[in-house]
Nanobody, 117 residues
Framework: QVQLVESGGGLVQPGGSLGLSCAVS????????MGWYRRAPGKQRELVAS???????NYGDSVKGRFTISRDNAKNTVYLQMNSLKPEDTAVYYC???????????WGQGTQVTVSS
């Protein structure tokens, strides 16, 4: 079994910053991709950012230049630093782990991020 536990969501004003973390435990292969997705009300889930075990990074177009993803392989933890937040960043953010080319795909429970004045 694999578990993903997110933390760090909350309420922040526009232009502010917030950090998320996701601790992964269980049967984790050395070759994997960790990432963050989000789902805003009335919208489809979208990729925020992903990072491979070799540190190859991919960002969604809407967050490029504002968000930074990183990971600590020793701690099996992935982080998302969100800067210059906008109201349209309001969503539930989900941590994701993909292993064996997508054969195994795991999700966290989600954490709410609300950007509002």
């Amino acid at each position: 079994q694999v578990q993903l536990v997110e933390s760090g969501g909350g309420l922040v004003q526009p232009g502010g910053s917030l950090g998320l973390s996701c601790a992964v435990s269980g049967n984790i292969f050395s070759d994997n991709t960790m990432g963050w997705y989000r789902r805003a009300p009335g919208k489809q889930r979208e990729l925020v950012a992903s990072i491979t075990s070799g540190s190859r990074i991919n960002y969604g177009d809407s967050v490029k230049g504002r968000f930074t993803i990183s990971r600590d392989n020793a701690k099996n933890t992935v982080y998302l630093q969100m800067n210059s937040l906008k109201p349209e960043d309001t969503a539930v953010y989900y941590c994701n782990l993909v292993q064996l080319g997508g054969y195994y795909n795991y999700w966290g429970q989600g954490t709410q991020v609300t950007v509002s004045s």
